[in-house]
Structure formats: C-alpha cells, structure tokens
C-alpha cells in the first residue's frame, strides 16, 4: 500500500526501547483503562481466559488502520477459545486529536469492534509494557491468578497486505499455547508508527 509507506514517513520515531519494558517470561501488570463504552476495563475481566492478546494501537496510523480488520479477525477467532483481544491506545491527543478518546468511541462504533479499545491516558502501561508501535502485540498467557508473557511483536510478517501473509505470528503463538507448548517464534519486531509519548 503506497498509502501506508507514505504516510509512514510523516510517523515519529519512538525514544522509548523495547528493552525497558517486558521480555518473554515476564508477569505482566494488570491494568485499569477506560473502554470506550466508560466502563473501566482489566485484566481481571478476563478471570476465565486462557490469556489476553493485548494490542497497542490507535486511529490516525496507517499501519493501526492497514490492521484493523486483522485484530477484528484475532478477536473473532480467538476469544471464544479462550484469548480475547484488548486494544489499549497510549497516544497523546494533544499531538493527534484523531486518537482522542471521543473519536475512539466513535472508531470503534463505525467499525463495530468486539473487544475492549481503552484509552491509556497517562501512557503508564505502554511504559511499563515496553510498547513502542502502533501496532505493537503482547500475547500474555494465563498462569495461575497471574498473565505471563508469551509473545511480543507484530501480527504477522506482512503489513501492507493481509493476503500475501506467511507468517501469522499470533495466531501460531496461540496454536502452540492452546497445545501445551511454547511457541516458536516468541518476539518479532513491531511494524508501526511510534508511539506519540506526551512531552
């Protein structure tokens, strides 16, 4: 997609790294975020999965946009076998006003999402995640009362076209999971825009 390359050059490189947050292995926090329907949303909402598939992401970012659809698919496929979806936005709306938290309500009802989108207004979890693209995967993997990182990464190896995808990162992570194994592939290198840190 010409489209997202362009675009993509006007997207801000992020100065956080990803070491400074979660490695696989690693327990993640549980969160409190607001959903765009106002309700507060956890991890604990999820007492009976078997794990979340937590995805930063956002409105104005091609790339977010040019995977919509595909973190729509995950969650479709995905929740009823016990992984959810959870879209956090950790953008700055001061820097983006399309990633306000009224145009994600308004996003997520044009676009009927199934899963949680909550806003990360103080952009703590990003931080504490490690998050540094729009979008940028956690698979966490539930242990016992604890969420324990699985996977961390992109969606897939292809971000201009969901039909020319050969490797569907999340899904075989969670293939693996759902057989009592380890995946594979546990980290990959996220595909996205920056993530816009507040200054």
Known sequence: MKNILFAALFCVASTLSAADGYKVGDTARDFSLKNVDGKMISLTNYADA???????????????????????????TFAAKG?????????????????????????????????????DDTQEIA???GATRTPHVFLLKKNADKYEVAYIGAIDDNSESADAVKEKYVEQAIAAL???????????KAVGCGIKWKK
Not at 178 to 188: N, R
């Open 50 to 76: 078997k794990g979340v598939i937590v995805v930063f992401t956002c409105n104005h970012c091609p790339y977010a946009k040019a995977y919509e659809s595909r973190i729509i698919g995950l969650h479709k």
């Open 83 to 119: 992984y959810p979806v959870v879209a956090v936005n950790p953008n700055d709306p001061a820097a983006y006003p399309e990633d306000s938290f009224e145009n994600m309500a308004k996003r997520a009802k044009e676009k009927s999402y199934p899963f949680a989108y909550v806003f």
């Open 127 to 129: 931080k504490s995640y």
């Open 178 to 188: 759902t057989a009592g194994k380890a995946p594979s592939v546990t980290s990959t």
